[in-house]
């Protein structure tokens, strides 16, 4: 949409002027950097948006996934990939037991602990702009 091309516009100018990666998240997350990298990622859901904590455990993840991956482009990435897959599996775990967001916040940090690499890389829709 021209809204998500204004805010990737702005991200990328931010990432050069500022010497940084930048993230926006909504439907789909993109990650930025001064290099002019770009990726998409489209997992998460809805919902995400509803539980208290989701945008700051966000944050924390990239710096403590940026503690052991020195490119904070992919540390960056990484982190909202599987914060992402995480809270779309964990959605489908719950609507399908006719839960509702209080149970999508127990059951995203269960995924968190217990998503196993096969499944983060089977369910994981990233896409690389050139």
């Known amino acids: 949409s021209a809204d998500c091309g204004a805010a990737v516009s702005a991200a990328q100018d931010l990432a050069a002027s500022m010497h ?3 993230c926006v998240s909504g439907a ?5 950097d001064r290099h002019g990298r770009w990726l998409t990622l489209s997992n998460g859901h809805p919902w995400m948006t509803r539980i208290t904590g989701v ?3 966000a944050t924390a993840m990239i710096g403590a996934f940026a503690a052991v991956q020195p490119d904070p482009w992919r540390a960056t990435a990484a982190a909202m990939a599987y914060l992402g897959v995480v809270g779309e599996w964990a959605a489908e775990q ?3 037991a006719h839960g ?3 149970s999508l ?3 995203l940090l269960d995924g968190l ?3 196993d690499r096969a499944s983060f890389i089977s369910r994981l829709k990233l896409t690389i702009h050139d």
């Open 20 to 22: 940084c990666v930048v």
């Open 28 to 32: 789909d997350d993109h990650v930025v």
């Open 55 to 57: 945008g700051c455990s």
């Open 94 to 96: 719950v609507i399908g």
């Open 100 to 102: 509702g967001v209080g």
């Open 105 to 107: 916040q127990i059951k």
């Open 113 to 115: 602990q217990l998503m």
